[in-house]
């Protein structure tokens, strides 16, 4: 069986154009979580947040994610996940993360991530000091479950997947 390699990062690092660029290279299967739970919601995410509410929608990551390491422990492919930014904040996923071996933060600068997330439908990126708020109460607890640390600044998606094979190799000899 193949080790499931984990995306995590703050919203706008790349995490859903790195990892499917990254299961293509490595002929895995990619999953990407956001969709995975809009899909079991059956509405898009800023409708969740504003129906349900934030706690909804972190009931139903947990599942979600949940399900997807539980699966992708039993592949003989290996997959390629990418979390939502919020997903470390879960108790049951963190506690997860912290015994997976391939959970690689895409470090990006506060201030690009805001270029790439705003303006979208992503409700918890509208005001942009409540943006820079929850990346910096994010960051160290994406720095507590990483195994590895990309920094994505002056890269794009490709340079980013390259980087992370070429990172990944050097220390484990394989991937």
Known sequence: MAEALILTGFMGSGKTAVGKLLAEK??????DADPLVEERMGMPIPEIF???GEPEF?????TVVTGLLGEAAKSSRGAVISLGGGAVTIAAIYEKLVRE????????????????????????AADPEHFRSLYAERESIYRSVAKYIVDTRDL???????RI???I???TGTL
């Open 101 to 124: 071996p391939l959970v690689v933060l895409l470090d990006e600068d506060v201030d690009r991530a805001w270029q790439h997330a705003r303006g979208g439908s992503r409700p918890l």
């Open 165 to 167: 094979v070429e990172l």
């Open 50 to 52: 504003e129906i349900h």
């Open 169 to 171: 190799h050097e220390r």
């Open 58 to 62: 972190r009931k139903a990551e947990e």
């Open 156 to 162: 794009d998606a490709g340079g980013v997947a390259d």
């Open 26 to 31: 490595l002929d895995r299967d990619f999953f």
